[in-house]
């Protein structure tokens, strides 16, 4: 039976049984999880990442966006999770699957990059910062054993 709301159930741990309309949210691991909203059992994770899904709490209604996509089950259901509604989307050809799941690759390809870039960026400044202090200390040293006639 397709369901036309969800509740939301914020948790540390996702359980190993689902249950159906309740949607369980870990912000500690960074993922949720339902059962398919069409009835077919499928249980569907959304990690939460700036990448994949982002999720929306507006006082107890929560939003994951993008849409849910089940290409990979039999059910191919589409449909939107707003404010603990269920939306139904329209289906999708394979094409347009196809095309979808290219741009979250290229989306992710370009996150891990720019993320990357900033790790080797903080990197740098810290190596900057390390080879100034030691050439600090070695003038510092240099100083002192003139200084001291060594």
């Known amino acids: 039976m397709k369901l036309d709301a969800i509740k939301p159930k914020f948790v540390e741990f996702v359980p190993k049984v689902l249950e159906p309309g309740v949607l369980y949210i870990s912000q500690k691991y960074k993922t949720a999880s ?9 249980k569907v994770v959304t990690p939460l990442s700036p ?17 849910i996509g089940n290409w990979n089950y039999a059910c191919h259901s589409h449909y939107w999770i707003r ?13 347009q699957i196809a095309r979808v799941q290219a741009r ?5 390809t370009r996150y891990v ?3 990357n870039k900033e790790k080797d ?4 400044a810290e190596s900057a910062k ?3 202090l030691g050439s600090v200390i070695r003038r510092l040293w240099t100083a002192l054993l003139r200084w001291f006639g060594s």
């Open 34 to 42: 339902h059962l398919c909203a069409c009835g077919c059992g499928e």
């Open 51 to 67: 990448v994949e899904w982002q999720l929306r709490n507006e006082g107890g209604l929560v939003s994951l966006y993008p849409s």
């Open 113 to 115: 990059a720019m993320v």
């Open 83 to 95: 404010r603990n509604r269920i939306a139904w989307s329209g289906g999708m050809t394979q094409q």
């Open 130 to 132: 390390t080879e100034t």
């Open 104 to 108: 979250d690759r290229v989306d992710k």
């Open 121 to 124: 960026r903080a990197a740098q």
